[in-house]
């Protein structure tokens, strides 16, 4: 499966915003992307919502036993002055341009576990050890993303893979860098909290009861959970603590960059060189669009009206590297090959989305790259040449690549073009905005 465009199916608003864009690109003398669909099929797997592969999450999608939340949502739209407000749309605060993100059933949207979920975020007595909280490893000011190029755990375990920024999490099909068997962000959520290998806040079976115990001896915690779980009486349990998390998370959505502006039609939102930019990015010479296309600017996009069955779980090889002439990436970081143990997939990664590029960096799945310029020198080049060391190998020509990594020319003014672009995709008001920061120091 090759990266393309949204079908109007599967995402129609956002569809509609990248349609748009392009409308808007193309009124003031930028070319439109054709024939998206024209190149060589790219090394990719669509997953399914099936996989081969274990996960180490434990899954909480539809465990709803001592949360006490009804799977039957029943809110009923409200009125003002005539007008219906949608009652999770204002939850989020969502700009007119963006579609409503996917809600699960099983963990409806309230603010009380928005709330709960903020404060567990921000909170170190959610590590077993005391020594860690999620806000640790994702930073507001940074997009909840990690300088790190690879951050530590709890313990001082360095982790293999860079921190993924959680912004517009609620509109991603897949979840963690490789996994087609995660397709819920509350089975997401467990790896960090669970995981033993590697230890990232580090709760297991031997010190769960003391770190539930923390929040049930805490005044304010145990009216928290009361009031986010009413009809619950177990007090914190770590599926409460999942489906708060994920209430949280998912109110991260930075839709008000000078680029929505321009989607929702100021043409003076971008600059002539982001203009510039934008051409290149949306063109067949650089690529981009076909794997960051969309109002999420990447294929990992699901919303409440996305039809199950098109639903799309695309990963990608990149020709980041090409250990051994054979595609293979470092052995302890084979992407996709680690869940379904298919060859093929040694290398295939999802594509993040481009919200708040220009802030997140380190960038690539390893945190590899340091710049967005070294990111497009990558790809203008179609890979990157490891010369030394037990990686080595020449990614340009890597057998498992995608065909869309082809590398093209580009002068050092259109490179800037493009970079400038991209940071038109960054939300200051997001980076700052109160209702995400850290509720200890208010």
Known sequence: MRCSLPSEAERPRARAATSLALALCASIGCSSPSGAGEHASASSSSGGSTGTGTSTSTSTSGSSDDTGVPTDTGAAD???????????????????????PYIPEFNPLTAEKIELGRHLFYDRRLSGNLEQSCADCHFQELGFADPETTPSGSTGTVLERNSQALGMVAYRTTFTWASNVLLELEDQLQVPLRNDNPVELGINDGNEAEVLARFDDDPMYAAMFAAAFPESESGATVNKIVFALASFCRTMIPGRSPYDRFVAGDHDALTEQQRQGMTLFFGERFECFHCHNGINLTTSYRDADSDPGSIQYPFFNNGLYNVGGDGSYPP????LFEVTFDPDHRGLFRPPSLRNIAV???YMHDGSKATLRDVLDHYAAGGTVTETGPY???????PLKSGLVRGFPATDEEIDAVIAFLESMTDDEFLLDPAFANPFEE
């Open 392 to 398: 080595a190998g020449d990614g340009r020509v890597s």
């Open 332 to 335: 302890y970081d084979q992407g």
């Open 78 to 100: 409200s009125s003002s002055g005539g007008v219906p407000v949608d009652p999770v749309r204002e939850l989020l605060r969502l700009p007119d341009h963006l579609e409503t």
């Open 360 to 362: 997140t960096g380190p």
